[in-house]
C-alpha cells in the first residue's frame, strides 16, 4: 500500500461567470468542486494505474468533509487525521468571455499541538503494511519546519522508502533524514542548468546536501529529468517536440504546472515501490508527465505512445 502524505490540501471551488464584473452581481453558469494538494493527485494518478493508494494528511470543517468524498468518488483511500479548524478553500473565477481566471486563497487552518500528536499517531499506523511514502507540499500554520523530518524518520525505521516532495525549511529538514527521492521546489530560473553536469550544492537553497542523506536528487529540466545519485548522473529527456525550434527549451515548458509536477512524482512512486531500475522508471516519471491534462487526468494513449521515445543515459560520474 502507498500512503500519500497532504498536510496543507484544499478545496478547489470552480466557478464559470458568463462575464466577471468586478464590484457587481456576477452570475455563475458552473460550479466544479475538486480536492486540492500535490499528495491527493499524485495518489489520485497512482490509483488510476491500479495501484493500492490511501491519502493521509489533514483535514477538517465542510471543507475537509468536501475533499474526502471528492477522493471516494475517484476511487481513493482517505484516512485523514481530523482538525477542528476549516481546511483552506481556493476559490477559482473563470470569465467565459475573456478567458482571465481569478483566484483566492483562503489562509491555512492552524494546527494545534494536540492535533500534531495525533497525526503521529495516525501517520505510524498507516506505516504497517505501507510499501511506500509519499510526502509533498506545503505546510499549515502551527506545523514545524522539522515535520517531515520527523515523518521520514518514522517511515525509515519501519522500512518503508520515502519520497519527499517539497521546498525550504520543510524540504532540507526532511532530505537530511535519508528519503529514498528528494524532490526540490525550484525557481523557475532554476530549473535549466547548462553543462553536462550539476552539484546539489546552490538548487533552491538547498546548500549542501549530502546524498549519504538523500539516496537521490531528482530535478526537472525541459522536457525530462536530472538525477543525482551515488553512483552519477541520471538523465531522461522526450524528443524536442514537433516543430520547435532549435535550441534550449524554455525550462517552463515542461516543469511548471502542479498537474505535471504530482504526475512526475506519481510516475517515480512505482519504481520506489517495486524496485524498478533506473531507466525503467524515470521513463515512466517522464512518459506520465508529458501525458497528463491541466486538470491532471492522464491521458493513457498518449503515454503508452511517449513511453518507448523517452531517452535514459547515464550514470555519468559527477565531478
Known amino acids: 500500500m502507498i500512503v500519500t502524505v497532504t498536510l496543507d490540501p484544499s478545496l478547489l471551488v470552480d466557478y464559470t461567470a458568463d462575464r466577471l464584473e468586478l464590484g457587481a452581481p456576477n452570475r455563475v453558469s458552473r460550479v466544479r468542486y475538486r480536492a486540492g494538494g500535490r499528495g491527493l493527485g499524485v495518489a489520485r494518478l497512482v490509483h488510476t494505474f491500479g495501484h493500492e493508494v490511501v491519502a493521509a494528511g489533514l483535514a477538517g470543517g465542510s471543507a475537509g468533509e468536501l475533499i474526502r468524498a471528492y477522493l471516494v468518488r475517484a476511487g481513493v483511500p482517505a484516512q485523514f487525521t481530523r482538525i477542528g479548524a476549516e481546511s483552506r478553500r481556493v476559490v477559482r473565477v473563470a470569465d467565459a468571455v475573456t478567458g482571465q481566471l ?9 494546527i494545534t499541538t494536540e492535533e500534531l500528536g495525533r497525526l503521529a499517531a495516525d501517520y505510524r499506523a498507516l506505516l504497517d503494511g505501507a510499501t511506500a511514502v509519499v510526502l ?8 514545524p519546519g522539522e515535520i517531515y523530518a520527523s515523518l521520514t524518520s518514522y517511515a525509515n ?3 518503508v522508502p520515502v519520497i519527499l516532495d517539497a521546498g525550504g525549511s520543510p524540504f532540507r529538514h526532511g532530505a537530511a533524514r535519508g528519503p529514498a527521492l528528494a524532490i526540490p521546489e525550484l525557481a523557475a530560473g532554476e530549473l535549466a542548468c547548462g553543462g553536462t553536469g550539476f552539484g546539489v550544492a546552490g538548487f533552491g537553497g538547498m546548500g549542501e546536501l549530502d546524498l ?3 539516496g537521490a536528487v531528482v530535478l526537472p529540466v525541459p522536457r525530462g529529468v536530472r538525477v543525482l545519485t551515488g553512483a552519477g548522473e541520471w538523465q531522461a529527456k522526450l524528443p524536442p517536440a514537433a516543430g520547435s525550434a532549435p535550441g534550449p527549451e524554455p525550462a517552463a515548458e515542461y516543469a511548471a504546472g502542479e498537474a505535471v509536477r504530482e504526475a512526475l512524482v506519481a510516475g517515480l512512486v512505482p519504481g520506489i515501490e517495486l524496485g524498478w531500475s533506473w531507466p525503467d522508471m524515470l521513463r515512466n516519471a517522464v512518459a506520465l508527465a508529458a501525458s497528463v491534462s491541466p486538470s491532471g487526468e492522464a491521458d493513457l494513449a498518449d503515454y503508452e505512445a511517449l513511453l518507448p521515445t523517452v531517452a ?3 550514470p555519468v560520474p559527477t565531478a
Do not use: F, R
Open 102 to 110: 481569478t483566484s483566492l486563497d483562503e489562509p491555512a487552518p492552524y
Open 136 to 143: 509533498c507540499g506545503g505546510l499549515p500554520a502551527g506545523l
Open 157 to 159: 525505521g519501519a522500512g
Open 212 to 214: 549519504a542523506g538523500a
Open 312 to 314: 535514459v543515459t547515464g
